[in-house]
C-alpha cells in the first residue's frame, strides 16, 4: 500500500512538473464586445436601417478630439479606433503615438491610417507611412484615406481617374507588402463616384455615409466599415468624434481581429 502511494504521489509530481502544451499558433484571447453608449450632436433619423442594428461599433480620430480617456471610451463601446498617422509625405499627426499606445493599453484594438495628398507621387507617402507606424502583431490592417480637398492651400486639384485607381493601387501594395495585412480603403460618395472606386477588385472599404444606409449611398457594394457619424458623442472624449460601425456580427468581428494576429 505504502509503495502504490509512493509511486502515485511521484506520478502527480511528474504530471504537475511537466511542460503545459503550447497554445495553437495564432491563437488569440476572445474579445469582448462592449454595446454603443452614444451621442450625436446631430442625430439622424436612420429608420430600419440604423447603425444600432450592428452590434460592433468604434471611432476613428486624430489631433482634434485632443486627450482620449481610452479606458472610459472603451467602457462606453469603443471596440476598435482609426487614429490618423499621417498625410502625404511629410506630416505626422502630433496625438499619433500617444493615441498608439494608449488605446492598447485600454484594451481597445486599433489601427493607422494615412491622408492621402493627391500632389505627391503614391510610393513616397506609402514609405512615409510604413516609416511612422510601427509593424505590430494584432493591429488593425493599415487604411488609405482618399478623398478630395479642395480646402487644401497647394493642393486642390482633382485627377483622371486611371491616375486615382493607380496611385491607390501603389499605395496599397506597398503597405500590404510591409504589413502583411490587406489594407482598407477609406472613401466618400462623391470620390467614390467620381472615381468610379466599384471598379477597384479585391479592396475592403471603409465608406462613409451620414444620412443614409450605404446601401443607398454606394449600391451594390461590400463595405468593412461604415462612418455613420462625423458629430459622435463619446464619453472620454472632449468635443466631436467620428462613429463607425463594424459590416459583420460579434463573431465575425472576433474572427477578424484574430485574423490580424
Given at each position: 500500500?505504502?509503495?502504490?502511494?509512493?509511486?502515485?504521489?511521484?506520478?502527480?509530481?511528474?504530471?504537475?512538473?511537466?511542460?503545459?502544451?503550447?497554445?495553437?499558433?495564432?491563437?488569440?484571447?476572445?474579445?469582448?464586445?462592449?454595446?454603443?453608449?452614444?451621442?450625436?450632436?446631430?442625430?439622424?433619423?436612420?429608420?430600419?436601417?440604423?447603425?444600432?442594428?450592428?452590434?460592433?461599433?468604434?471611432?476613428?480620430?486624430?489631433?482634434?478630439?485632443?486627450?482620449?480617456?481610452?479606458?472610459?471610451?472603451?467602457?462606453?463601446?469603443?471596440?476598435?479606433?482609426?487614429?490618423?498617422?499621417?498625410?502625404?509625405?511629410?506630416?505626422?499627426?502630433?496625438?499619433?503615438?500617444?493615441?498608439?499606445?494608449?488605446?492598447?493599453?485600454?484594451?481597445?484594438p486599433r489601427g493607422a491610417y494615412h491622408f492621402?495628398?493627391?500632389?505627391?507621387?503614391?510610393?513616397?507617402?506609402?514609405?512615409?507611412?510604413?516609416?511612422?507606424?510601427?509593424?505590430?502583431?494584432?493591429?488593425?490592417?493599415?487604411?488609405?484615406?482618399?478623398?478630395?480637398?479642395?480646402?487644401?492651400?497647394?493642393?486642390?486639384?482633382?485627377?483622371?481617374?486611371?491616375?486615382?485607381?493607380?496611385?491607390?493601387?501603389?499605395?496599397?501594395?506597398?503597405?500590404?507588402?510591409?504589413?502583411?495585412?490587406?489594407?482598407?480603403?477609406?472613401?466618400?460618395?462623391?470620390?467614390?463616384?467620381?472615381?468610379?472606386?466599384?471598379?477597384?477588385?479585391?479592396?475592403?472599404?471603409?465608406?462613409?455615409?451620414?444620412?443614409?444606409?450605404?446601401?443607398?449611398?454606394?449600391?451594390?457594394?461590400?463595405?468593412?466599415?461604415?462612418?455613420?457619424?462625423?458629430?459622435g458623442l463619446v464619453p472620454g472624449i472632449k468635443?466631436?468624434?467620428?462613429?463607425?460601425?463594424?459590416?459583420?456580427?460579434?463573431?465575425?468581428?472576433?474572427?477578424?481581429?484574430?485574423?490580424?494576429?
Open positions: 500500500m505504502i509503495r502504490t502511494i509512493l509511486l502515485l504521489s511521484l506520478a502527480l509530481t511528474l504530471a504537475a512538473c511537466a511542460p503545459r502544451p503550447p497554445a495553437p499558433k495564432g491563437a488569440a484571447p476572445a474579445f469582448h464586445v462592449t454595446a454603443p453608449d452614444f451621442g450625436d450632436a446631430h442625430p439622424v433619423d436612420w429608420g430600419a436601417e440604423s447603425p444600432r442594428s450592428h452590434s460592433v461599433h468604434g471611432i476613428d480620430t486624430s489631433v482634434w478630439q485632443g486627450e482620449i480617456d481610452w479606458p472610459t471610451a472603451r467602457a462606453h463601446g469603443v471596440n476598435f479606433a482609426f487614429l490618423k498617422a499621417t498625410e502625404g509625405g511629410d506630416r505626422v499627426d502630433p496625438a499619433f503615438a500617444r493615441n498608439w499606445a494608449e488605446a492598447a493599453a485600454a484594451g481597445v492621402f495628398y493627391h500632389c505627391r507621387p503614391a510610393i513616397e507617402q506609402a514609405r512615409w507611412f510604413i516609416a511612422h507606424v510601427p509593424r505590430r502583431s494584432g493591429a488593425l490592417p493599415p487604411v488609405l484615406d482618399m478623398e478630395w480637398n479642395p480646402h487644401s492651400p497647394t493642393c486642390s486639384g482633382k485627377r483622371p481617374v486611371a491616375e486615382v485607381h493607380a496611385e491607390a493601387r501603389i499605395f496599397l501594395n506597398a503597405v500590404e507588402a510591409h504589413y502583411g495585412q490587406r489594407p482598407i480603403l477609406y472613401t466618400t460618395v462623391d470620390f467614390y463616384e467620381e472615381n468610379r472606386l466599384w471598379e477597384m477588385e479585391g479592396v475592403d472599404f471603409w465608406l462613409r455615409s451620414t444620412a443614409a444606409h450605404p446601401s443607398d449611398r454606394y449600391p451594390g457594394q461590400h463595405w468593412l466599415i461604415w462612418q455613420y457619424s462625423g458629430t468635443g466631436k468624434v467620428d462613429l463607425n460601425a463594424f459590416a459583420g456580427d460579434r463573431r465575425a468581428f472576433a474572427a477578424w481581429l484574430a485574423a490580424q494576429n
